[in-house]
C-alpha cells in the first residue's frame, strides 16, 4: 500500500489521474491519495527550559520517561517510580512519525510537494502475490528467449523448492497461467521441454520449463485444479 499525501488539490489531482500506472509502476496493491495521513504517530520531545524549573530535581528523570512517548501518554500524565508528572503543553514539543511498518518520505517538486508513505508490513496474501508475479516474470523471460509471439500457448513446468512458497505459487496458479499463455502444466525430463532454467526467487530455488504447443493456438488457459 502506497499512500501519497499533500495539502496540494493539483498534486493530489495528479497523481488519482495515474494511480493505476503508478501502482504498477512500484508494484503496489493499493495507491491512496489524501490530504492528511491520518496515521501518524505523535511523538513527545521534551524541552529542557520548561521541564527543569518546573520539576527540579526530577527533572532528568522526566525528560527520559517523556522522551518518544505518544501524545495520548503525556496528556495522560507520565509515571516515573510510581509517582506522576502532569506536563502541559509548553513543555512539550511533538513530532509526527510513521507507525511501526511504515516508511515515509517528502518530496518537493516544480509541481507541487507532499509526502509518501510506504506500508510495508508484509501479509501472508501479499508474499503469496510477489512470489506469483516473480514466477510470472521468469516464465515472460523465458518466452523472450525462445523469440515466442505473445499469444502463443506454451506447456509450463514449475518446480519450486520451498514447500510454503510452492503453496503460494499453486493458489495462484490460474493467474500465473493467464499473464504466460500457459495452455497446460506439465511435468517430465529437461528434454521434453525447449528452455528449461533454474532460478533464484527471493533466495529460494524455482526451476521452469517451457515448451511451445504446436497447433494448439486455441488452446484454454487451465483452471488451478487442473495444476
Excluded: C
Amino acid at each position: 500500500r502506497v499512500v501519497v499525501e499533500s495539502d496540494d488539490p493539483a498534486v493530489r489531482e495528479a497523481v488519482e489521474s495515474l494511480s493505476d500506472l503508478f501502482a504498477e509502476r512500484v508494484n503496489a496493491r493499493e495507491v491512496a491519495v489524501v490530504e492528511r495521513f491520518d496515521e501518524l504517530v505523535e511523538r513527545a520531545e521534551p524541552k529542557m527550559s520548561e521541564i527543569g524549573p518546573a520539576f527540579g530535581g526530577d527533572s532528568q528523570k522526566v525528560m527520559e520517561a517523556v522522551e518518544g512517548a505518544t501524545r495520548d501518554e503525556v496528556e495522560a500524565g507520565v509515571e516515573v517510580e510510581g509517582e506522576r508528572y502532569d506536563l502541559d503543553e509548553s513543555m512539550v514539543e511533538y513530532r509526527a512519525e510513521p507507525p511501526e511498518g511504515i516508511s515515509g518520505a517528502e518530496f518537493d517538486g516544480s509541481t507541487g510537494s507532499g509526502s509518501v508513505y510506504v506500508d510495508t508490513r508484509l501479509t501472508d496474501e501479499l508474499e503469496s502475490e510477489g512470489y506469483a508475479r516473480d514466477v510470472v516474470r521468469r516464465v515472460q523471460e523465458m518466452r523472450k528467449q525462445l523469440d515466442l509471439d505473445v499469444e502463443e500457448p506454451i506447456r509450463t513446468r514449475l518446480d519450486v523448492a520451498d514447500e510454503r512458497v510452492a503453496g503460494f505459487v499453486d493458489d495462484h496458479r490460474e493467474f500465473v497461467a493467464e499473464e504466460t499463455r500457459t495452455a497446460e502444466w506439465a511435468d517430465g525430463d529437461d528434454a521434453a521441454f525447449d528452455l528449461v532454467e533454474q532460478w533464484d526467487v527471493e533466495g529460494v530455488e524455482v526451476t521452469i520449463g517451457v515448451k511451445r504447443v504446436e497447433g494448439a493456438e486455441d488452446a484454454e488457459t487451465p483452471d488451478a485444479e487442473s495444476a
